[in-house]
């Protein structure tokens, strides 16, 4: 069926160089024979289009390919509108609870190539500043770990046909192009095995194929499960994001990231000796991970390992000098084990790194109120 779904595709792309051939830029408007003109883009039709070029993005695209894209809709909006567009967009993500890591990392991305290209600086200027603002508003939170723009090889599958490296087509434009050409009905219709030249009808049997085909690849998909779980944590379904980085390791049990992410769910639901199993997982496959660490750290702590969990912290920042917050729970478990003087020292390295941080100031403001303790 795969192979079905692609060959349709194929006659889509094919269909499409006809009815547009010897143009320099590509008319999604207009029919040139039927002359009939096509509705503005709704900002559905906006981030349906932007969701597969920022998947394109994901998937190694060149700032070529980036360029191709938006010319192809030159004649259906414009770069203001677009920039229009993106800044409703970006207003909605940021008013977001939802951590929308991912987002961020491809639209810094997409920001960085489109910035090379002197037609689209704005948009990339525009698209690297909003996804810079989602990331680091959540920098100094509890982190889930994200693909971002360089995906595991382990990660990679083979593109869906909706990604196939084909011309983007929203479902408004293939409805039309079923609509105002015979052949072209007359073709799918034939590809997908039915009797009819009713493009709503066609369009719904289309549909409902292409969906069999990716719920068929999902089943093995690596990449899949683990983004599904991340949308599920999203959503605060922490049973389910479990149960889908099951399905990743059930695949490939050789993905730290997959391992740490099942354990930030389970520390969640406070089941601490299955996340301490899957940090374990976690640092054995990247003991360089100063966040699998760093949760670690959190579980030993929570159970009372205080012991442990300095060892946890007393790594993190061995690792990753500059996090903050880690010399801040390093401190906090010194002055635990009867180390006063040491943790005072952890403090001033936090302060350092962030100036006015209240629970540091004032932890030093009471140790350093006894002598004793500056010994």
């Known amino acids: 069926m795969f192979?079905?779904?692609?060959?349709?595709?194929?006659?889509?792309?094919?269909?499409?160089?006809?009815?547009?051939?010897?143009?320099?830029?590509?008319?999604?408007?207009?029919?040139?024979?039927?002359?009939?003109?096509?509705?503005?883009?709704?900002?559905?039709?906006?981030?349906?289009?932007?969701?597969?070029l920022l998947e394109g993005v994901s998937r190694g695209?060149?700032?070529?390919?980036?360029l191709k894209f938006f010319e192809q809709l030159e004649n259906r909006t414009k770069q203001r509108d677009w920039l229009e567009w993106l800044d409703r967009f970006g207003q909605r993500v940021l008013d977001s609870s939802a951590p929308n890591h991912q987002l961020a990392a491809r639209m810094m991305r997409l920001g960085e190539l489109a910035q090379s290209i002197p037609r689209l600086t704005k948009i990339g200027d525009l698209c690297y500043g909003i996804g810079r603002q989602i990331f680091t508003r959540n920098s100094e939170g509890e982190g889930w770990e994200y693909q971002g723009t360089e995906i595991d090889e382990a990660l990679q599958t083979e593109p869906n046909f909706a990604n196939n490296n084909q011309e983007p087509l929203t479902i408004e434009q293939v409805f039309g192009l079923l609509q105002e050409n015979t052949e072209f009905a007359q073709e799918v219709s034939a590809q997908l095995g039915i009797d009819t030249l009713e493009p709503q009808k066609i369009l719904d049997v289309w549909l409902e194929k292409s969906q069999e085909t990716q719920d068929e690849q999902n089943t093995g998909n690596i990449e899949y499960w683990f983004n599904l779980g991340l949308e599920q944590v999203n959503q605060g379904q922490l049973e389910e994001a479990i149960a889908s980085w099951d399905q990743v390791l059930s695949l490939n049990p050789q993905l730290p990231k997959a391992w740490y992410n099942r354990a930030n769910a389970l520390t969640n639901l406070y089941r601490w000796d299955e996340a301490l199993a899957s940090y374990d997982q976690a640092i054995n496959l990247n003991p360089q991970d100063h966040l699998a660490w760093n949760g670690l750290a959190n579980v030993f702590y929570s159970t009372n390992r205080i012991q442990e969990s300095f060892d946890c912290w007393d790594k993190v920042v061995q690792i990753q000098p500059a996090h903050s917050q880690a010399w801040y729970d390093r401190?906090?478990?010194?002055?635990?084990?009867?180390?006063?003087?040491?943790?005072?020292?952890?403090?001033?390295?936090?302060?350092?790194?962030?100036?006015?941080?209240?629970?540091?100031?004032?932890?030093?403001?009471?140790?350093?109120?006894?002598?004793?303790?500056?010994?």
Not at 32 to 47: F, G, R
Not at 355 to 365: I, S
């Open 3 to 52: 192979e079905s779904i692609k060959q349709i595709w194929r006659s889509l792309k094919r269909f499409f160089r006809r009815l547009f051939s010897g143009s320099s830029s590509s008319n999604l408007r207009k029919n040139k024979n039927t002359d009939i003109a096509l509705p503005p883009l709704t900002d559905t039709d906006y981030e349906f289009l932007f969701s597969q």
């Open 61 to 66: 695209w060149h700032q070529g390919r980036v």
């Open 331 to 375: 401190g906090y478990v010194l002055e635990m084990l009867n180390r006063p003087a040491e943790a005072i020292t952890s403090y001033h390295k936090a302060i350092e790194l962030k100036p006015g941080f209240p629970e540091v100031l004032a932890r030093l403001k009471e140790l350093q109120s006894e002598p004793e303790n500056l010994n």
